[in-house]
């Protein structure tokens, strides 16, 4: 059975391998807004936050964005990211457009891999081809040790448990 988000109400699919709280998180690399190439995922010497957004281009996403970029800067031995499928151009203009500064903006669209290594690639409707909302805390040893697929795309996530369970994670 496939998994499902809701778009306006709307039961969608997402394509591509799940992944969950326990198990290793698959390593990706992508284009962050100078297109230098950021690898993330797997184990590392800080805990990392990735935010998976359909398009920074929506007032949501920008919404989120803005905010993780305010609360993770203040977790110490964390990485924090968001991952869209926007091009490296247009973030790079968000980015200078709404201060963001203390978190790496990466691109998914050249091949999908993080979208369909952590299964968030959005397979059907209005939206398909983008990612579906979602939160992932890695912990410095690589497994995921937080997963919250948002259960409506267009709502914001649980900021407050993403960010204990990052500062959880950062403190191991």
Do not use: H, W
């Not at 924090?80 to 790496?104: H, Q, W, Y």
């Not at 998914?108 to 993080?114: A, G, L, N």
């Not at 690589?142 to 448990?161: D, H, M, R, S, W």
Request: net charge negative; aromatic share 6%; charged share 25%.
């Amino acid at each position: 059975m496939p998994v499902t988000t809701k778009l306006k109400g709307n039961e969608v699919a997402l394509y591509g391998n799940q992944v969950n709280v326990g198990d290793n998180a698959p390593v990706v690399t992508l284009p962050n807004t100078a297109l230098e190439e950021i690898t993330i995922g797997g184990a590392s010497d800080k805990a990392q936050l990735i935010i998976a957004v359909p398009s920074l281009d929506t007032p949501v996403c920008a919404t989120e964005t803005r905010k993780f970029n305010e609360e993770a800067a203040k977790v110490e031995n964390a990485a924090v990211c968001v991952v869209s499928m926007d091009l490296p151009f247009a973030a790079k203009r968000f980015c200078s457009t709404e201060g963001i500064e203390n978190l790496e903006v990466l691109s998914d669209y050249r091949e999908k891999c993080f979208s369909t290594q952590y299964g968030t690639l959005i397979a059907e409707g209005a939206l398909r081809g983008l990612s579906a909302r979602a939160i992932f805390v890695v912990g410095k040893d690589g497994k995921i040790a937080y997963k919250e697929l948002v259960p409506e795309i267009t709502q914001e996530p649980n900021y407050e448990a993403a960010l204990e369970a990052l500062k959880e994670a950062a403190s191991k």
